[in-house]
């Protein structure tokens, strides 16, 4: 464990002892946000970010430590774990260094080259390879042997040449050395199947595409991968120095020979043993090598395409309430109908409705009247729009509602409503509206996530809320439980109001799960309201260890205890109980006086249990207690009169609002049905390297039309506003967005498979298709 917690600090830039400490919080039942927040004395500060980083770090060396005993047992059992061997593997830092060590002691099924040991032709082998000068054909007679299918001598010197082959082919060292020269020089190569150009048209940036493997961006390589699963494209590992012939030598075959001292100095063997080094090559370790790497290329691209995920679901999460106002949710449908529900200023559903004012009935002034008597009846605020189809119709139709009736005072707000379907289908939704239409829920949903965004959108799966990159094609374990861990962060760091808060919200609060979530709601509906925090340890199996857990992260509004209202934990009341006696004030008083709050030291309040650290961060919640870390609510005006991709022109400046941030460039929704890209390059006149520096999910920004591809419904946009609009092409903004083929070594960027994400017309493909489904 010392060595964990040594490579772990080290990774983290902290001391062992902090790793430790975080370690033994973790495996006592601790979880981040606790230990992030109210545990800071004993991490010595580690964030919550850092602790992530530990959380998965310290799985993966714990997954290693468990293989590596495992594999010292193996070998020792064996009777073959020589003291230098137990060294290196002791000293083994990856997973793949841990397996090469154990291969050639790894239990297989009899190869060939266990055939020919068997038959006695290993001293062969093994001879030819000492001694170079000795005749094959001739040495080979001695060792037939027809019983064991050895007859003759061409059957005996390839036995012997599977044994060296299976002999180097195991060797770690060279394996290794392989491994890292490839990793370094080698070419990811791409090329079409034959025959597959039409059907894997979407895939075309990659029929004749070659990169640097070791820099092919995490969207390029997920491409390419889908391309090969489907059918449609080879995927091989280059170099740029390999020769056009395969009886020429490889330049891994050199380094094969050079590590095992063969050399062809014309001697009677060194043409066999050339061929046992080609062989080596070609049928042991080129497969074993490109798996190993295109495994790590994989695995890299899905880290970060993971990592886009969380941080597009983040911004989601946190992005600005609206607030507790009175709302109604359009669900936009054309043949179907808009569904309509309102809900109170808690999210409580008062009134639903179906209106049809679009094509083919066409019951414009029928649906506004409807629309109007309902804002009259409920005294709504707030009109939440889904974006998906006919959005901008409905929008139409709420403006009009809006101008024939300017009494009511109503706002618009096109919200995303990614995910609603999935809700309204869901087990929660129909335990909450076992009587309603699935549609209906659906509208219900898009008003409350306007609401507040992050109690609505907890209650669906982090996947299906539609802001990843090629999430289909990750690992589904390691997202999971990436965006698991996003969703609680963000739940803790804004807190949860224990009176009014779903079951499904409540779930995500530090210590909670599902079953405590529901005995908290079912005590509630028994006894009535909260009143004080120390009353949640009456709730069925809610124990004091998850009491602690979950406490400052729970507010109980209006309570008798004010310090129940804020982030301040129960465990720590007594510090603030001494700052009032010290001030000669009762508790109350205190809170929100800032210039008395920011006049104290912390230094005066500290004890043996909370130490600096934990009492300023006291002092900060007195001074704005239950604070939204969340910004302030806006949204995107959508300009009249664009509506659709085709009432677009380039030089038009428009308002939108950022759907999703990918490594290439930012999703702008513009109010035509079809977001547009800004494209890396586009975002700044400074050099960008993450677009998240310049952009993040919500945000709501000024775009310049650069570029519109009607038939494939692209855009190019720019947030450069003085950018100069492209000369006319027939390929249009697809033209402009795609890289120059790159050669040996070079290097493109931009590139996508048209279905995914590389291009910004194919990402726009892959966003309108997840628009029309809700899903994503």
Known sequence: MDKIFNTIANELNAASSQVKAAVELLDEGATVPFISRYRKEVTGGLDDTQLRHLEERLRYLRELEERRQSILGSIDEQGKLTAELKKSILEADTKNRLEDLYLPYKPKRRTKAQIAREAGIEPLADALYENPSLDPEASAQDYLNADAGFADTKAVLEGARHILMERFAEDAELIGRLREHLWGQGLLKVSVVEGKEQEGAKFKDYFDYQEPVKDVPSHRALAVFRGRTAGILNVALGVPDEPESRLEPHPCENMIAAHCHIKDQGRAADTWLKEVVRWTWRVKLLTQIETDLFGKLREAAEEEAIQVFARNLKDLLLAAPAGPRATMGLDPGLRTGVKVAVVDSTGKMLDHA??????????????????????????????????????????????????????????????????????????????????????????????????????????????????????????????????????EDCVNAVGVDVNTASSALLARVAGLNSTLASNIVSYRDSNGAFKTRKELTKVARLGDKTFEQAAGFLRVMQGSNPLDASAVHPEAYGVVARIADKQSRDIGSIIGDSAFLKALKAEEYVDDHFGVPTVRDIIRELDKPGRDPRPEFTFAQYQEGVEDIKDLKPGMVLEGAVTNVANFGAFVDIGVHQDGLVHISALSNKFVKDPREVVKTGDIVKVKVMEVDIPRKRIGLSMRLDDELPAASDNGAAKASRPQKTQSGGKGRGRSDADGMGSFGALLMQAQKNKTSKTS
């Open 354 to 487: 179906t209106i049809y004012p679009h094509a083919p009935q066409n019951q414009w002034q029928q649906a506004i009247a409807v629309l109007g008597a309902l804002c009259q009846k409920h005294q709504v605020q707030l009109i939440s729009i889904g974006n998906g189809t006919a959005s901008r119709e409905t929008d139409k139709l709420v403006g009009d509602l809006m101008k024939a009736a300017p009494a009511l005072k109503l706002t618009k707000i096109m919200v995303n409503e990614a995910g609603a379907s999935v809700y309204s289908a869901s087990e929660f939704a129909a335990r909450e509206f076992p009587d309603l239409d699935v549609t209906i829920r659906g509208a219900v949903s898009i008003a409350r996530r306007l609401q507040d965004p992050l109690a609505e959108l907890v209650k669906i799966e982090p996947k299906s809320i539609g802001v990843g990159q090629y999430q289909h094609d990750v690992s589904q374990t390691r997202l999971a439980r990436a965006l698991d861990a996003v969703v």
